[in-house]
């Protein structure tokens, strides 16, 4: 038996571990010194951008975890008084995201700063892609679960917190407590926004296994009825996976029916979320779609792929930081007070206006 190999986890039906990529291999390949790496994983502000970024590329290429399961903070150990050990579950490539879509990576960032002043650890696990890690980590004083997680992951994520506090971040009320953005007013927020200019046939593209997006479909939906009970909203259903490569090729297939077939374009669309509309604006430039000549435009979240994009584009969006901070002042409630009654934080959204949605002249509205 290998001293990998731990039977005791043979009792959750998990695989043993695999041998994984080093930190000083992805210094190495980065061009970078051992401690820069890593620093940048546990100190990111003190890394120039350039090379954090290289470093995050490269670890996400290598597939590297190890230190990332361990505590972020085992050089402060010895300094810091961590009586408390926060496990921050997330998909590791959302982590490791490129630069354009860093919205996770910002979550986390800010929570582990907020953590670190208060003298506690944490350990960043990810059920879904690493069970036998995650049951490693133990049970800790507080489980954080960011971004969605499927139902198996979630029942074994439940189990191994026996009685800790759970905080959902982003992903819709899965769990007693949670912080989540106010996706019923980014919903409605958007359909007023198109009503306004006069938008009476819009898709809306969005996930249906990810809760927000639901919730912004659901609300976006109700309010244009409300607002125009003529209006057309096709609701089109656009598949988020682990793999990038296999998401692109079911986004392309996607967008291929629905514009096919459509024999028109919509006044516009709303997506309901960064990658998305990042796909979908690939999509509409490759067939030669002019954004907002032909079709308006109403995207979700900020990162910086809105800047990289050669038409500014409107969006809807909430601080990403803001849910990291929350998130950490919410464990220290938690824990100060385990059987605080359930409750859902919901963060403000606001409207970025770049006119990629024109107003409809009289006469050329969508029946």
């Known amino acids: 038996m290998t001293a990998i190999e ?7 039906g998990v695989p043993p571990l695999k041998p994984r990529t080093s930190l000083n291999d992805v ?6 010194s051992p401690m820069t790496a890593s620093r940048v994983f546990a100190d990111p502000e003190r890394v120039k951008e350039a090379t954090r970024l290289r470093v995050l590329e490269v670890a996400g290429r290598l597939g590297y975890r190890k230190d990332l399961y361990a505590s972020i903070n085992s050089k402060k150990r010895g300094r810091l008084p961590a009586d ?3 496990l921050f579950n ?4 959302q982590l490791l995201e490129p630069s354009t879509f860093p919205f996770f ?3 986390y960032f800010h929570f582990l700063r907020a953590i670190m002043k208060r003298g506690w650890r944490t350990v960043l696990t990810d059920v879904e892609a690493d069970p036998a890690s995650f049951v490693n980590a133990g049970a800790g004083d507080a489980l954080v679960l960011c971004g969605d997680v499927d139902g198996a992951a979630l029942g074994v994520a439940e189990r191994q917190a026996a009685g800790t506090p759970i905080l959902a971040l982003c992903a819709g009320p899965v769990a007693p407590h949670t912080i989540d953005p106010d996706d019923a007013r980014g919903g409605a927020m958007a359909a007023e926004y198109f009503h306004a200019r006069g938008h009476r046939h819009v898709a809306v593209f969005f996930s249906p296994k990810n809760r927000n997006h639901v919730d912004r479909r659901t609300a976006f939906e109700d309010r244009l009825a409300a607002l125009d009970p ?3 909203i096709d609701a089109v259903p656009m598949d988020l996976t682990r793999d990038r490569v296999r998401t692109d090729a079911l986004a392309e297939a996607t967008l291929s029916g629905y514009f096919g077939d459509l024999g028109a374009l919509p006044d516009s669309v709303f997506v309901v979320n960064s990658y998305s509309a ?3 604006w690939r999509y509409l430039r490759k067939r030669g779609v002019s954004v907002p000549g032909q079709i308006g435009f109403l995207g979700y979240d900020n990162p910086p792929f809105y800047q ?9 969006w909430f601080d990403p930081g803001a849910v990291g901070q929350e998130a950490a002042a919410r464990v220290a409630v938690l824990l100060e007070k385990p059987a605080s009654r359930p409750n859902r934080i919901l963060l403000p959204v606001s409207l970025i206006d770049c006119a990629s949605v024109l107003p409809k002249t009289p006469g050329t509205q969508s029946a």
């Open 105 to 107: 990576s910002l979550v």
């Open 278 to 280: 990042h796909l979908v």
């Open 84 to 86: 408390r050990t926060i």
């Open 27 to 32: 210094a190495r390949k980065a061009k970078v």
């Open 6 to 12: 731990k039977p005791h986890l043979r009792a959750h």
């Open 90 to 93: 997330c998909r590791f490539e």
């Open 308 to 316: 990289e994009t050669e038409v500014p584009l409107s969006r809807i």
């Open 230 to 232: 003529a209006a057309r």
